[in-house]
């Protein structure tokens, strides 16, 4: 119900009549450095870490150290650890370098495999004692 007289409904009319404060085209979006927010997040930094571990080349045998190894229901892990402390986890198949990969994980040590003039020779690496 609307009082053509009273104060209330000139008011109403003014605030219909105010200009807009901000346009559309003031605001610009751009997705550069920002990730997908339908994309759950593991995800991203699954890929950032893929990234990363692609821009290295591979371990030499001398880099790594044994330092146990993680049983699971269906897979076994290589705990290994490089000259800088950082821990780094392998498995069956996982290659270390060009040259060099995990033929196997098995209790108490790692076989790893390296080719040699088409020939195939392994290296077993046991859990150091203390």
Not at 9 to 20: F, G, H, I, R, V
Not at 59 to 70: A, H, Q, R, T, W
Not at 82 to 88: A, F, H, P, R, V
Not at 95 to 114: H, I, K, Q, T
């Amino acid at each position: 119900m609307c009082y053509p007289c009273s104060s209330f409904c000139q008011e109403t009319k003014k605030d219909n009549s105010a200009p807009q404060k901000f346009n559309v085209g003031d605001f610009d979006y751009t997705s550069e450095n920002r990730r997908d927010p339908f994309e759950p997040v593991y995800l991203e930094r699954f890929k950032k870490n893929k990234e990363a571990n692609s821009l290295k080349r591979g371990y030499e045998l001398e880099e790594l150290k044994l330092v146990g190894i993680l049983k699971t229901d269906k897979t076994r892990f290589a705990m290994m650890e490089d000259m800088q402390g950082k821990g780094i986890m392998f498995k069956k198949g996982d290659s270390l370098n060009n040259n060099l990969w995990v033929a196997d994980v098995v209790d108490g040590r790692v076989v790893l495999a390296y080719r040699l003039k088409n020939d195939i020779k392994s290296i077993n690496i046991d859990i150091p004692k203390k």
